[in-house]
């Protein structure tokens, strides 16, 4: 959750200042101009005036701030008091009811209000604080928490709490993390090992791996790889494809009952509201019912069962989507969709909120600043209802809303926060929206004062705070600056909303959104139709599954709609920028915001600075390559390689010419692949390497491909992990692009890059190919094979063909002998070495460009690397080297003193929790004299130069340039002496005086 949308605002009651209603009824009669006597509506009630005038003399008069402090106290007390020690808490507690009681007394003697607010802050404060103390002291008592600490296996009864859903696949090192279905329950029963059984209630998370991942998903960020045909992505979170088992635990309804044996662990982090974490066993039995659902529970589940089933046949983003945007059922959602919500500040839409019973209201009784005149719109004055009646209707669609959309704590949030519509309905003023609003937050932080450590509830009441304060006054001033009333609302409301929450969404998430409020601009316009055609389908299904799909039909083209603004904004290169987090970088950007809302102000007064900062931010937005060199300096010009900040992964390119390049790699993270080949202005991929499966170094690939033109993926012999093996071919399948397998001693070139596989050597042991090696055949279930010749052909990407001549030449070994190799070592020797494990079978490339030498480790090990070298004793003098796995400490060190590189880069994400670079990587480097760049410190690195001009490293962390000294060598007839030292071979002695060399282009 992170940006509400616009529709309080929009359906917010009138606003002052102006002189028509925001939404004027085209029969209505004109409202009363400033300084015009009010003639009362003989309809309405009396309710006072309805004439607009300035906020100065306004019939509203000021807000009502007075629930406000106790709300907040109560708020603060909860929070602090939820895991206090006992015997504090209970003294200050006594402090505040001592102090509240002298206060009070006093008051009520002198008659003095400020007194008795400060007791009323005093008595909320209290009442916050014995409620979580009291939940709390709850959650940590009986056996659970116990056997928690002890990390104990037992069989307990549990009774589900909410719907079951697949966690979201994470990369952590190598590997994904397995797919695991995970929910909240509370443990009703507990039978210890012994057999003796204890009654409790108690709430626990309940996490249950799954064993095929590969079923259970499809492709990680796959940009729907297999959704254009409604395959695997389409379904891969929701109830598609699975496991038996998968669909046995997400089949469970709240309120179920089932009978599981599981092991405890305690929760992370420990203050979490749950007490336990209970872990199932993968290979465990179905889960055993041992109680049905609640009628309640039962209906609400076929009513969403329905919506799902009703929207089965739309298209992969609004199937997914549909459920979401109505009652908050995301398990259609697949990561990469989920990922550009994210980055576009959206994902308020894919969460229950207050604003989905507001627009459902608004059907009902039109706008709320109309709902009490003569004019009110909706289906109810139509319908002859009286006003009372209308509020009867409006409570029961409230408990409706609640019901179908789980009664759970944030449920009943959202649905508080709704309700305040309802109260504008009855008032029609905006004065007593505040109070309400601080009445929902005191009585839910009664209810459950967890929530007052909820970032969402933070959010959620910040923003909703934001719309009754800060968006009115915003909406006057842009009607002032002749602004449409309609438009001046909803940007108003956005940008209010997005202000107010950005400092807290830079805490959880470190990073700032520059397209948030166009894109809920343009969303805006589609989430009232898709929301309330996406409840008639839901209403219809169970009795008219026709007419629910039909309805739901007509929803999916504003659905899709709202798809089209997330992926186009996420895809924008300046999307976002990063920020620093925690607590004190919210604070910084709160403080920032302060300053920019004055001068915001000033800027409005003036049609020619707006013009000028909306272009300034447009570009800072699209980026355009050129222009963002010119500013930045980054890519610096001429680069020849470029090392990108993929996290804790690799992710290499290799300039090929203008907007192609060779890459090697695609690190874990699909965007910030794709991010830095839009900053290289990469546009066509002749050949994509990846070096082995491990997910850091293939998770990416989504990213790479997307509207490019890739010619093929070129990948290791060994399928191992077998589940991202596949991930790879499915994602190349669905974008049209063949996979082929590396064959040792092979040479390529494209453009200005030539390269040769080193490594691994041919599957079948004891052999070296020969002069009639040709490319093993593509990977099972990829795009039909193509001769190498062909691999520049136009994929289904979306990008134009390559120009002609950039397309690689067939497969042919190497003839005779070149300027720096030996003819005996075109080919792997048959030394029988067979790699153990996918690091030691990372593809190893040997790359030539502009005179400089390059080698590609991948993530090689100590066996492999002197296996390598074995097979490779020239490998010598070395200009830039990519360490290979990450800088660990796990190198031989033969093998890189005889490289002996000039420039080493390492790339590994910042706080990795392995140690990466290892410090004695890093000495040993340094000692030998390269210069080292790391992409946890420095950012995203790019080598300049060539073998004539010099070599140089630039870093995107400043922009800073780092110049590289060219290497001495002995001279001819004089081999200088080496010795040992800290297990690296050194030139001593004579050997020391070196003349500079220049490394040639084979």
């Not at 607010?117 to 002291?137: D, E, I, P, T």
């Not at 969460?351 to 600043?369: E, K, Q, R």
């Not at 800088?887 to 060190?893: E, I, K, N, T, V």
Request: hydrophobic letters at 45%.
């Amino acid at each position: 959750m992170t940006t509400p949308r616009a529709s309080a605002s929009t359906y917010g009651p009138v606003e002052p200042h102006t002189g028509t209603s925001a939404a004027q009824h085209p029969g209505a009669p004109a409202e009363p101009r400033l300084g015009d006597p009010a003639e009362p509506d003989p309809a309405a009630p009396d309710i006072g005036p309805e004439v607009r005038q300035p906020a100065a003399t306004s019939s509203e008069g000021p807000a009502d701030l007075r629930l406000v402090a106790p709300a907040l106290a109560a708020w603060g007390a909860a929070a602090l008091a939820l895991d206090a020690p006992a015997l504090p808490l209970v003294l200050v507690t006594a402090g505040a009811l001592t102090l509240a009681g002298l206060v009070l007394s006093r008051a009520l003697r002198r008659r003095t209000g400020t007194l008795v607010a400060v007791a009323a802050v005093l008595l909320c404060a209290v009442a916050g604080a014995v409620s979580a103390a009291l939940q709390g002291a709850d959650l940590r008592r009986g056996p659970v928490p116990r056997l928690a600490d002890q990390y104990a296996r037992a069989t307990v009864e549990l009774e589900v709490t909410e719907d079951p859903h697949l966690a979201r696949q994470r990369v952590r090192g190598a590997q994904r993390m397995p797919t695991v279905v995970v929910f909240a329950a509370e443990v009703r029963r507990v039978t210890a090992p012994g057999g003796a059984a204890t009654l409790t209630r108690t709430p626990v998370l309940v996490i249950v791996p799954q064993r095929d991942r590969q079923d259970e998903r499809g492709p990680r960020g796959a940009e729907g790889a297999d959704s254009e045909q409604g395959g695997p992505a389409g379904q891969s979170r929701g109830g598609g494809r699975g496991t038996a088992a998968a669909d046995s635990w997400r089949a469970l309804l709240p309120s179920t009952r089932v009978r599981v044996e599981a092991r405890f662990a305690p929760p992370l982090p420990p203050t979490d509201r749950a007490a336990a974490v209970l872990r199932v066993a993968a290979d465990a039995p179905p889960p055993q019912r041992i109680g049905g659902p609640t009628p309640l529970q039962r209906l609400a589940g076929s009513l969403r069962a329905g919506l799902r089933d009703a929207s089965e046949d739309l298209r992969p983003d609004a199937r997914a989507l549909l459920p979401g945007l109505v009652v908050g059922d995301t398990s259609r959602v697949t990561p990469e969709l989920d990922d550009a919500f994210r980055a576009t500040d959206l994902t308020h839409l894919l969460a229950v909120s207050g604003s989905n019973l507001t627009i459902v209201l608004a059907l009902l009784i039109g706008p709320p600043h109309l709902a009490v005149r003569a004019e009110r719109r909706g289906i109810a004055p139509r319908l002859g209802l009286s006003l009372r009646t209308t509020a009867v209707i409006g409570g029961a669609v409230a408990l409706a809303f609640v019901v179908v959309c789980r009664p759970d704590p944030s449920v009943l949030r959202a649905a508080a926060c709704g309700l305040i519509t309802l109260l504008a309905i009855g008032s029609g003023r905006r004065r007593t929206l505040l109070p309400a609003l601080a009445a929902a937050v005191l009585l839910l932080v009664l209810y459950d004062p967890w929530l007052a450590r909820s970032y969402g509830f933070l959010l959620s009441v910040l923003a909703t705070g934001a719309l009754l304060t800060l968006a009115p006054r915003w909406s006057t001033a842009l009607q002032r600056r002749r602004v449409p009333p309609r438009l001046a609302e909803v940007i108003a409301a956005a940008a209010a909303a997005q202000a107010v929450c950005a400092p807290v969404v830079v805490v959880l998430a470190a990073r700032v959104g520059l397209v948030a409020v166009p894109c809920n601009l343009l969303a805006e316009v589609a989430v009232a139709p898709a929301t309330v055609l996406g409840f008639a389908a839901l209403a219809a299904a169970p009795l008219l599954p026709p007419l629910a799909t039909a309805l739901a039909w007509c929803a999916g083209w504003p659905t899709g709609w709202i798809a089209v603004v997330a992926r186009t904004g996420a895809e924008l290169p300046g999307a976002e920028f990063g920020w620093p987090g925690g607590w004190s970088g919210g604070l910084l950007l709160a403080v920032a915001i302060t300053v920019l809302v004055p001068i915001a102000r000033i800027v409005l007064r003036r049609r020619e600075l707006c013009v000028v900062c909306a272009l300034l931010l447009v570009v800072l937005v699209v980026r355009p390559v050129p222009l963002s060199r010119l500013v930045t300096g980054w890519p610096p010009p001429g680069w020849r390689l470029a090392v990108c900040d993929v996290g804790q992964g690799d992710g290499l390119v290799l300039a090929a010419g203008p907007g192609s390049a060779l890459v090697v790699d695609t690190g874990p993270d699909p965007r910030a692949m794709d991010r830095c080949l839009q900053e290289l202005d990469v546009r066509r991929i002749p050949l994509l390497v990846l070096t082995h499966f491990h997910a850091d170094h293939v998770d990416g690939l989504p990213g790479a491909l997307r509207g490019r033109n890739v010619g093929a993926v070129e990948t290791t012999t060994r399928d191992d992990p077998p589940d991202q093996a596949a991930f790879v071919r499915k994602t190349a399948a669905a974008h049209g692009v063949p996979v082929v397998r590396a064959v040792p001693g092979e040479r390529r070139r494209t453009g200005p890059v030539t390269w040769e596989v080193l490594w691994p050597p041919a599957p079948t042991t004891g052999t070296a190919p020969t002069t009639g090696t040709t490319m093993a055949a593509p990977m099972a279930s990829t795009a039909p094979s193509a001769p190498f010749s062909a691999l520049g052909a136009p994929s289904t990407s979306g990008a134009p063909p390559p120009p002609a001549g950039s397309s690689l030449p067939p497969p042919s070994p190497p003839a005779g002998q070149t300027a720096d190799k030996t003819a005996g070592e075109a080919a792997v020797p048959a030394t029988g070495f067979m790699p153990e494990g996918p690091n030691n079978a990372s593809v190893a490339l040997l790359v030539r460009t502009a005179g400089l030498t390059v080698l590609l480790l991948g993530d090689l090990e100590p066996p492999a690397q002197q296996e390598l070298f074995a097979a490779h004793p020239n490998l010598r003098g070395i200009d830039v080297l990519k360490v290979a796995h990450h800088g660990s400490a796990y190198q031989d060190p033969a093998f890189m003193g005889a490289l002996a590189p000039r420039l080493a880069l390492i790339s590994c994400g910042a706080g990795n929790p392995y140690g990466h670079p290892a410090p004695s990587t890093l000495a040993a480097l340094r000692m030998q004299g390269a210069r080292v760049l790391r992409t946890d410190t420095d950012g995203a690195i790019a080598v300049t130069g060539s073998g004539t001009t010099g070599l140089a490293g630039v870093t995107s962390n400043g922009r800073r340039r780092y110049p590289v000294h060219r290497r001495t060598v002995p001279p001819r007839g004089r081999r200088g002496r080496t010795g040992v030292r800290d297990g690296i071979r050194r030139p001593t002695g004579s050997g020391r005086r070196r003349r500079a060399r220049v490394c040639t282009s084979a």
